[in-house]
């Protein structure tokens, strides 16, 4: 009988972990265990900011119009063992990967914005040859260096926080089909390795 595979480790990051990565985390969370099964993926977030804070309520708000519950959420902090172990890191914002970077030299290769892995990911589509979830990441960004990462145009997660209701929704629905993308090519390969 051969093991079950380890679970499929992501991690959402935005500046203070109460709006962005909050709802990050709750739709790949979802949209991933919908398309691989329970306990096959483990999602987290965090942020650069204070510790133990809720989300903000137009994100717990927008989420259960969603079907997801992140009224418990209580932020936490970025650590260089957080992004380690994850296969894969989105975040919100250039800025986010370059503190990541910061962090862990290694978790660099494994640290995008959303956008820019849906953008990478374009060139380097998820096959079976790719060798699993964070090598196929890791792919996504071969041959990047910090300097050319620093003078690159970066795609960025709007911040729709203190926004009007349409304008916070608006964010929240591009939000949700980036992340419906990003689980569809994370699930394909997952279910490869």
């Known amino acids: 009988m051969t093991e079950p595979a380890p679970p499929v480790r992501v991690l959402a990051v935005c500046t203070h972990n ?23 993926v483990e999602v987290g977030s965090s942020g650069f900011g204070p510790e133990g804070i809720a989300a903000i309520s137009d994100a717990v708000v927008a989420m259960s119009r969603r079907g997801l519950d992140v009224s418990a959420h209580r932020s936490r902090s970025t650590t260089a063992a957080l992004v380690d172990g994850a296969d894969v890191i989105v975040t919100a914002e250039r800025d986010h990967v370059v503190k990541i970077a910061a962090l862990s030299r290694p978790a660099f290769a494994r640290a995008m914005t959303l956008p820019e892995l849906l953008e ?13 979830v964070r090598a196929w990441a890791e792919s996504l960004t071969a041959g990047r260096t910090a300097g050319t990462y620093l003078r690159a145009p970066i795609p960025e997660v709007a911040d729709p926080t203190g926004a009007s209701a349409s304008v916070f929704e608006a964010a929240v629905v591009e939000i949700e089909r980036q992340c419906n993308e990003a689980a569809a090519l994370v699930a394909r390969l997952a279910r490869n390795q």
């Open 18 to 40: 109460r709006t962005r990565s909050v709802m990050m985390a709750a739709l790949l969370e979802s949209m991933l265990a919908d398309r691989l099964g329970p306990g096959q």
């Open 120 to 132: 990478r990911a374009a060139d380097v589509p998820p096959t079976a040859d790719r060798g699993g």
